[in-house]
């Protein structure tokens, strides 16, 4: 039973098209989080939140940007996507630094 | 420079087989998750490891964290096909409070029927 919700599953858009992606928690975490991992791959961090309306870039550079207006939804957008950003998008919420991620089942993203 | 390196790569292994998974640094952490991702889904947290040489297990998984804090190792026992997945560590980035965590790039298990 997931408490971390992402939508779409699967998305395939073409170049150009705007998108957003939702991640949505039931838990009442402040800490919010979202990485990029190709297939089989290690995370990076694109974005990370640590409560309403702050939002703060990772480590990752990326074009995305995301908002924080609710404590239980985390939206990240791309203005024009492109082939490069073809990849899975995980979003995760942490109560505090001493417990461990949940993670959403992410949404693929392709870019044609 | 990886933060974090994990060994091996990719294990192929059968039904049945012990297997030993690590995660080294030259760098010593306040604790140590250890993740395993199933295709197509997110990650699920199996493990935190908070003290040096200390050693928890989850049913056939044994996982043990470095004396001195730097590196831990995960061993399965008798491996089944639904061990199969991608394992990952994971440790505390920097010094700040925001929970961020740095994940290694993590081993891809295959377990044969």
């Known amino acids: 039973e997931a408490d971390i919700y992402q939508t779409p599953r699967y998305l395939v858009i073409g170049t150009g098209k705007k998108i957003t992606l939702e991640c949505s928690q039931t838990?009442?975490?402040?800490?919010m989080y979202w990485y990029q991992q190709d297939p089989g791959m290690e995370l990076h961090l694109i974005h990370y939140?640590?409560?309403?309306?702050?939002?703060e870039k990772g480590d990752l550079s990326s074009e995305s940007t995301v908002s924080r207006i609710r404590t239980e939804h985390f939206p990240l957008t791309l203005e024009s996507a492109r082939p490069s950003h073809t990849s899975q998008y995980l979003c995760?919420?942490?109560?505090?630094?001493?417990?461990?991620?949940?993670f959403g089942s992410g949404t693929r993203l392709t870019v044609v | 420079t990886q933060l974090l390196e994990q060994s091996p790569q990719f294990l192929s292994i059968q039904e049945g087989e012990n297997l030993t998974v690590y995660c080294n640094s030259s760098s010593v952490f306040s604790s140590l998750q250890w993740y395993r991702q199933e295709p197509g889904e997110g990650p699920v947290l199996l493990v935190t490891v908070v003290t040096g040489g200390e050693v928890k297990k989850l049913k056939r998984l044994t996982f043990q964290f470095g004396d001195a804090r730097k590196d831990s190792s995960l061993h399965i026992t008798a491996a089944q096909p639904g061990d199969t997945g991608l394992y990952l560590c994971?440790?505390?980035?920097?010094?700040?409070?925001?929970?961020?965590?740095?994940f290694g790039q993590g081993t891809i298990l295959t377990v044969h029927p």
């Open positions: 939140s640590y409560g309403v309306n702050s939002t």
């Open positions: 995760a919420s942490r109560e505090d630094r001493f417990y461990g991620y949940t």
């Open positions: 838990m009442g975490h402040d800490k």
């Open positions: 994971a440790v505390p980035a920097g010094g700040t409070s925001y929970g961020k965590l740095t």
